[in-house]
């Protein structure tokens, strides 16, 4: 096997944490019974696993214990809460048992590969992000990490959190507090640690009930069935892969939409998806004979609403923004200011109020469920190749768990820190050879 695992840690707050039971709030509550967001960070190190071992390992724990410190609500454990109600809440006890398993493992997989951004079988890269731990009693872990060593070439960090617990913002905001507190004990600057999270639920206010009304259609919707069994046969091999857009790539994809008259927002993430969307759709084999197209992508809400969320809040400030469009005129020539513009008028529309409608976001994403919506993970904004250890940036960051929902891709910075945006893509082989050829062929017309 190419990746083994050689210990298993379990790493406490330093110092100690008190314990707490935080509430779930109406952003947290449509996450529960979803699962983790899992990335991975690469980095070069051209050293013997020897020196993985004696002088990696023990930086990265202490620095992680550090980091639990102010980061203890993923100590603990969703349970369901205690009066009865049907609810659920966080609860960190503050004893021996809140820690979180930290793995460290060994690869003799093809570093150069697996951080070249071309297809790559996922389960290559699952092997290097861990699995939460199984819990008792109807609760479950929020969080574990892994450190695996390629010796001689490099490094990787993956990161599992549970999506109930934090949104990308948060994810990225525990990351780097770790990496952050990981360079200050190897003598940095105490500014390299961003500030403490806030932990305070009150700021978040929910007037109209929307998290216990969100929690009873979920449990309606599981009380309905399952889900339709998945098609017989073997199933096929996902690959990943990346694609970048440069900064001209976006400028000249902004100038074809703003040329069109439409009037709509032209960001470089809004012309991005779209790009993504008009590529994904000409390849999926469930686009055939349907006339619509959907889309599904997150907006953060912490500095749209009012009063405003502080940008370290912890936990998940999300609301979802739906985009129908005509389906021949996604896959036509004009196809990304088609998308574009769906796009642009969504994002428009959050003007009128960012959490107008939220008591129908629910409903209206499993009512999208079976049109196969293309959805969006991650953003260029959290600049996850920022990342920094000790080691320096990393050489490739990958949201492995965007293979969990068919359709998403993964949104992130350029490697190169020059404004362009990274696009990350899971399908079978086959489909990812034409994606390829579509997304090469686009830009060769701008």
Same mark, same amino acid.
């Given at each position: 096997?190419?990746?083994?695992?050689?210990?298993?840690?379990?790493?406490?707050?330093?110092? /100690?944490?008190?314990?707490?039971?935080?509430?779930?709030?109406?952003?947290?509550?449509?996450?529960?019974?979803?699962?983790?967001?899992?990335?991975?960070?690469?980095?070069?190190?051209?050293?013997?696993?020897?020196?993985?071992? #004696?002088?990696?390992? /023990?930086?990265?724990?202490?620095?992680?214990?550090?980091?639990?410190?102010?980061?203890?609500?993923?100590?603990?454990?969703?349970?369901?809460?205690?009066? !009865?109600?049907?609810?659920?809440?966080?609860?960190?006890?503050?004893?021996?048992?809140?820690?979180?398993?930290?793995?460290?493992?060994?690869?003799?997989?093809?570093?150069?590969?697996?951080?070249?951004?071309?297809?790559?079988?996922? #389960?290559?890269?699952?092997?290097?992000?861990?699995?939460?731990?199984?819990?008792?009693?109807?609760?479950?872990?929020?969080?574990?990490?892994?450190?695996?060593?390629?010796?001689?070439?490099?490094?990787?960090?993956?990161?599992?959190?549970?999506?109930?617990?934090?949104?990308?913002?948060?994810?990225?905001?525990?990351?780097?507090?770790?990496?952050?507190?990981?360079?200050? #004990?190897?003598?940095?600057?105490?500014?390299?640690?961003?500030?403490?999270?806030?932990?305070?639920?009150?700021?978040?206010?929910?007037?109209?009930?929307?998290? #216990?009304?969100?929690?009873?259609?979920?449990?309606?919707?599981?009380?309905?069935?399952?889900?339709?069994?998945?098609?017989?046969?073997?199933?096929?091999?996902?690959?990943?892969?990346?694609?970048?857009?440069?900064?001209?790539?976006?400028?000249?994809?902004?100038?074809?939409?703003?040329?069109?008259?439409?009037?709509?927002?032209?960001?470089?993430?809004?012309?991005?998806?779209?790009?993504?969307?008009?590529?994904?759709?000409?390849?999926?084999?469930?686009?055939?004979?349907?006339?619509?197209?959907?889309?599904?992508?997150?907006?953060?809400?912490?500095?749209?609403?009012?009063?405003?969320?502080?940008?370290?809040?912890?936990?998940?400030?999300?609301? /979802?923004?739906?985009?129908?469009?005509?389906?021949?005129?996604?896959?036509?020539?004009?196809?990304?200011?088609?998308?574009?513009? !769906?796009?642009?008028?969504?994002?428009?529309?959050?003007?009128?109020?960012?959490?107008?409608?939220?008591?129908?976001?629910?409903?209206?994403?499993?009512?999208?469920?079976?049109?196969?919506?293309?959805?969006?993970?991650?953003?260029?904004?959290?600049?996850?190749?920022?990342?920094?250890?000790?080691?320096?940036?990393?050489?490739?960051?990958?949201?492995?768990?965007?293979?969990?929902?068919?359709?998403?891709?993964?949104?992130?910075?350029?490697?190169?820190?020059?404004?362009?945006?990274?696009?990350?893509?899971?399908?079978?082989?086959?489909?990812?050879?034409?994606?390829?050829?579509?997304?090469?062929?686009?830009?060769?017309?701008?």
């Amino acid at each position: 096997m190419a990746t083994k695992v050689v210990d298993r840690l379990k790493v406490a707050a330093s110092p /100690p944490a008190a314990g707490r039971v935080l509430p779930l709030t109406f952003f947290d509550v449509p996450w529960l019974f979803t699962g983790p967001v899992e990335r991975v960070f690469f980095y070069a190190d051209p050293h013997p696993v020897e020196h993985f071992s #004696a002088h990696l390992v /023990p930086p990265l724990v202490s620095s992680l214990s550090a980091a639990l410190h102010s980061f203890y609500p993923l100590l603990g454990r969703v349970w369901p809460c205690q009066d !009865g109600g049907g609810g659920y809440e966080f609860c960190s006890t503050g004893g021996d048992e809140d820690r979180i398993e930290l793995t460290v493992a060994e690869s003799s997989d093809d570093f150069e590969e697996l951080t070249s951004g071309g297809p790559r079988d996922v #389960a290559r890269l699952y092997s290097l992000v861990p699995q939460l731990p199984p819990t008792e009693d109807g609760g479950f872990a929020l969080a574990a990490v892994q450190v695996t060593a390629f010796p001689g070439k490099g490094l990787a960090v993956g990161v599992s959190i549970h999506h109930v617990a934090s949104d990308d913002s948060s994810f990225m905001h525990f990351v780097k507090t770790w990496a952050g507190h990981c360079r200050l #004990a190897a003598g940095g600057d105490a500014a390299v640690v961003p500030p403490s999270p806030l932990l305070d639920r009150r700021v978040v206010a929910d007037p109209e009930g929307l998290a #216990a009304r969100t929690l009873d259609e979920m449990r309606q919707l599981a009380a309905s069935g399952p889900p339709p069994p998945p098609p017989s046969g073997p199933p096929s091999k996902l690959v990943m892969a990346s694609f970048s857009l440069t900064r001209d790539c976006i400028d000249k994809l902004k100038q074809r939409v703003t040329a069109s008259g439409n009037g709509v927002h032209c960001s470089a993430f809004a012309v991005a998806c779209a790009y993504a969307w008009a590529c994904l759709v000409k390849v999926d084999c469930s686009s055939a004979g349907k006339e619509r197209a959907h889309l599904l992508f997150s907006v953060e809400c912490r500095r749209r609403l009012t009063p405003p969320v502080p940008q370290e809040y912890l936990g998940n400030c999300l609301r /979802p923004c739906f985009v129908e469009v005509n389906m021949g005129d996604l896959i036509g020539n004009d196809g990304v200011v088609t998308a574009a513009t !769906g796009i642009g008028a969504a994002i428009k529309g959050l003007d009128d109020g960012v959490l107008d409608g939220a008591d129908g976001w629910f409903h209206k994403i499993m009512s999208m469920v079976p049109h196969r919506p293309m959805s969006v993970g991650g953003s260029p904004r959290y600049g996850v190749y920022d990342t920094d250890f000790g080691l320096g940036r990393p050489r490739k960051v990958e949201l492995v768990s965007i293979d969990k929902t068919p359709g998403t891709v993964s949104m992130a910075e350029g490697r190169d820190g020059q404004g362009g945006i990274e696009i990350g893509v899971v399908l079978p082989e086959a489909e990812m050879v034409q994606f390829s050829s579509y997304f090469s062929d686009g830009l060769k017309q701008l």
